[in-house]
């Protein structure tokens, strides 16, 4: 699948450079066009894989921005975008529509640009290109406080709205207690990263092996029409073929799986798409609630399973209980590892997104409570206690 990335935010252009990054590692091609929009110049300038002529500031006339960023205000985040449709339709300019597969809008929900300007942004390629517009939405944690919930949760129901489908990340399941916030996101995006690369790079003509049950744009366009949101299952392990042991988790509950030396590859593949499924998601949800599934299979041709791929297919399908499962494989010459990448599209019970949307309603009546006591308390202030005296 041929994508053009468009990233929103600080989070996003991050993620999008995690992504060029990632994909240079693995001699994927995925990525067909890639850009950064932002309101914050210094946040562009931290990019490492974009180039220059890739990332874009709005905003820079604007009274309340002027290249300092949004300051967290999601309405000033969508009004810039709105506003500033010049260097928008400057950095559209720059994708090819007619070679790619997708486009797909990256964006953190917890801030003011991308939780604004990702659902603006996806309306605009969706009335202007062919192509689905999907979308990569990182829910903030709870540390990150309620202002930065409430931004979600205005932001998840306008971006899942404009895009075709909305692929959620939530950073509270990827924390680690001894992470710094530098490298918990650094992580995080690593690990989305993963997921998307290995999931989109299957079918792709890059000069690997042709794979035996190949997939393409296609399969995972269907997957993703549903619409919704979905979210992504991930597990790796040593290549058996190899004769290692698989891998315990490098990072608690990572994806990786374990498995035993001289175990059947068909026992090892059906086992490492469970392991997959019944790991961490990109954000939980109850497995069973998604409308359809889509399954690839990576790494050494001698450990790509047809057997076992088909016996991991039929347990998806019992799983979600539904026959919209497919399942494809992505033959790589010199992986070392063997990974299994699932994408559950549509489910519709994400126990964080309502306990998102409950601190985000907490997090509004607090901000309205604090507001008027504010103003009463600085009423006080300027007005003496008779109230004598007469303004100017």
Not at 66 to 86: E, M, N, T, Y
Not at 261 to 271: F, I, L
Request: proline share 4%; net charge negative.
């Amino acid at each position: 699948m041929k994508l053009a990335l468009i990233g929103l935010g600080n989070a996003g252009g991050k993620i999008v450079d995690e992504l060029l990054r990632h994909e240079a590692e693995l001699s994927r091609s995925v990525v067909e066009s890639a850009v950064a929009i932002n309101t914050a110049r210094v946040d562009l300038a931290r990019l490492e894989q974009l180039p220059s002529e890739s990332r874009f500031l709005v905003g820079q006339t604007h009274e309340r921005v002027k290249g300092h960023g949004a300051g967290g205000d999601p309405d000033l985040g969508a009004s810039v975008i709105r506003s500033d449709q010049a260097e928008i339709d400057r950095a559209l300019d720059r994708v090819p529509p007619y070679a790619v597969d997708a486009f797909w809008v990256v964006a953190g929900l917890g801030g003011g640009t991308g939780s604004g300007g990702a659902p603006v942004v996806a309306e605009q390629v969706a009335a202007r290109y062919d192509p689905p517009v999907y979308g990569l939405g990182v829910l903030p944690s709870e540390s990150e406080g309620g202002r930065a919930a409430l931004n979600a949760a205005r932001s998840l129901r306008s971006f899942a709205d404009a895009a075709d489908n909305l692929v959620l990340f939530d950073n509270a399941a990827w924390q680690a207690n001894d992470d710094s916030l530098e490298a918990g996101y650094a992580r995080a995006n690593r690990e989305v990263s993963t997921r998307i690369v290995r999931l989109l790079s299957a079918g792709t003509v890059d000069g690997s092996t042709l794979a035996e049950n190949a997939m393409d744009a296609s399969d995972i366009n269907r997957t993703l029409s549903s619409g919704g949101v979905s979210t992504i299952a991930y597990a790796e392990t040593a290549d058996p073929s190899a004769g290692g042991r698989g891998l315990l988790s490098r990072l608690a509950g990572n994806g990786d799986a374990d498995t035993d030396d001289g175990a059947d590859p068909a026992t090892v593949v059906s086992g490492l798409i469970r392991e997959a499924v019944n790991s961490r998601l990109t954000c939980p949800a109850a497995v069973d609630t998604a409308e359809r599934a889509l399954i690839v299979l990576s790494g050494p041709p001698s450990s790509l399973s047809r057997k076992g791929l088909e016996a991991g297919r039929r347990w998806v399908e019992s799983e979600i209980e539904s026959a919209e499962v497919l399942a494809g494989d992505d033959p790589r010459e010199n992986a070392d590892v063997l990974s299994a990448v699932v994408l559950l599209s549509t489910v519709t019970d994400v126990p964080r997104v309502e306990a998102l949307q409950a601190q985000a309603v907490d997090a509004k009546e607090t901000i309205a409570e604090q507001a008027s006591l504010r103003e009463s308390a600085t009423n006080d202030l300027i007005t003496d206690d008779d109230d004598q005296l007469d303004p100017v």
